[in-house]
């Protein structure tokens, strides 16, 4: 069975510019995750898609959006880029609500801002 | 809310000796919790979770973690350590109800001397 995949692996994009990252959950789960790794910052939960609707947000300004497709994959777009949003962005995905919630993560997606 | 502490933010252990990696968690109620390792540049791999049950929890490569209530710890553990286990270890705290918010502790990173 495919686990999570991201695309691209890395990107590299200057400031003002947007990017658009994208996750394929484990066949069968609904719901996906975005979290940022930057540098020295840990894991900072991002968004959360259920269904195809966004479900919860982390403490992040609205220039970072996405959507969850019909297909239950999703894209992370962020616009307006700042140097600090260079990081490494994880997607995970999980099982429909009421069975485990264990979240499986993606190799994640590299983006660096110039 | 939920928080996680690691208190060690760097640990460094010889191959072949034993390996703890402490976990706290601030949590309202019983947590889902989870021990998450990341090779570097990687996404994370689940090592381990706990829902309820056994408070003793085996995991893959060898690892195992205990849920102490009274404590609020969750650590991890190995008995042997090889040097193929030098990465970062996330523990994380899911809520049990819908929301499947998780917040990830600091991390613990692990070196291994030869």
């Known amino acids: 069975e495919a686990g999570v995949t991201q695309s691209p692996t890395h990107l590299i994009k200057t400031r003002g510019q947007q990017a658009t990252l994208r996750c394929s959950p484990i066949s069968g789960h609904t719901s996906v995750y975005w979290y940022q790794q930057a540098l020295g910052l840990g894991l900072q939960f991002l968004l959360w898609?259920?269904?195809?609707?966004?479900?919860n947000r982390g403490n992040f300004p609205p220039r970072f959006s996405g959507r969850q497709f019909p297909n239950y994959s999703s894209e992370l777009n962020v616009n307006a880029l700042e140097l600090e949003d260079s990081a490494l962005y994880l997607c995970?995905?999980?099982?429909?609500?009421?069975?485990?919630?264990?979240?499986?993560f993606g190799p994640g997606t590299r983006l660096t801002v110039l | 809310a939920q928080s996680v502490t690691q208190p060690d933010i760097h640990i460094t252990v010889s191959e072949g000796a034993s390996l703890e990696l402490r976990c706290n968690y601030s949590y309202g109620a019983t947590p889902y919790l989870f021990w998450y390792v990341q090779s570097p540049g990687q996404g994370l791999q689940l090592l381990l979770k706990?829902?309820?049950?056994?408070?003793l929890v085996q995991g893959i490569k060898g690892f195992e973690a205990e849920f102490k209530r009274s404590q609020s710890s969750f650590n991890l553990r190995k008995p042997s350590v090889h040097w193929s286990d030098a990465a970062e270890y996330f523990c994380?705290?899911?809520?049990?109800?819908?929301?499947?918010?998780?917040?990830f502790g600091p991390g613990t990173r692990l070196s291994v001397l030869p």
């Open positions: 706990y829902f309820s049950g056994d408070t």
């Open positions: 994380a705290v899911g809520e049990r109800n819908y929301g499947q918010n998780f917040v």
């Open positions: 995970a995905s999980s099982a429909p609500s009421g069975r485990q919630d264990t979240q499986y």
């Open positions: 898609y259920d269904e195809g609707e966004e479900r």
